[in-house]
């Protein structure tokens, strides 16, 4: 075999003292971490917005999240996290099922009526029926699933709750309304 002379010489590896005595590139002083810090950082990470909903105690409960996360495959398990606190807790708490929604662009007034605390949010203008499982499924949105809770991993003043989903349907038209910056934004090419 041939070897090209522009690939017998390799450019020489930094040694490790070289690699520490490199300039900082970080732009400001680290803050102790804090509620404060994290709110601020996770500010400027753009997240997919979603709807989760239970049925319990005779009715409705849902709040918009943006901490769901895809967790397996097989099975098909899916995360996000509810504050203790919230109004839809009890209910979370010992629901079997529970409903995702995946919100378009075209719904922002939707998730921040499932954001809002005290809120109606199944009345009207919010279009639902009962899914698999009794669970409420919102009309409209990108997509949907029904999943079995799992687990809830305490977190905090939080629960993580894993699910594992049973049913959904992925055909909704349009794009994903994404949480930026503190607002609901669209997605721009």
Do not use: K
Not at 12 to 38: D, M
């Amino acid at each position: 075999m041939t070897v090209s002379p522009e690939l017998r010489t390799l450019p020489p590896i930094p040694s490790a003292a070289s690699a520490t005595s490199a300039p900082s590139v970080l732009a400001g002083a680290p803050r102790p971490g804090s509620p404060e810090l994290l709110r601020s950082v996770f500010r400027r990470h753009a997240a997919g917005v979603a709807v989760v909903t239970a049925y319990g105690d005779g009715r409705p409960v849902g709040f918009t999240a943006t901490s769901l996360n895809s967790v397996a495959a097989e099975p098909p398990l899916i995360s996000f996290g509810v504050g203790t606190g919230s109004s839809s807790w009890p209910v979370l708490a010992g629901a079997e099922h529970i409903g995702v929604h995946i919100l378009g662009d075209h719904q922002g007034d939707l998730a921040a009526t499932f954001a809002r605390s005290g809120a109606d949010r199944f009345a009207a203008p919010t279009r639902w029926s009962h899914g698999p499982e009794g669970v409420p499924v919102l009309d409209g949105v990108l997509a949907w699933l029904v999943c079995r809770v799992v687990a809830r991993v305490p977190a905090g003043d939080h629960r993580i709750v894993i699910a594992e989903a049973v049913a959904g349907d992925p055909d909704g038209a349009g794009r994903p309304l994404l949480y930026h910056q503190g607002r609901f934004n669209a997605l721009r090419d």
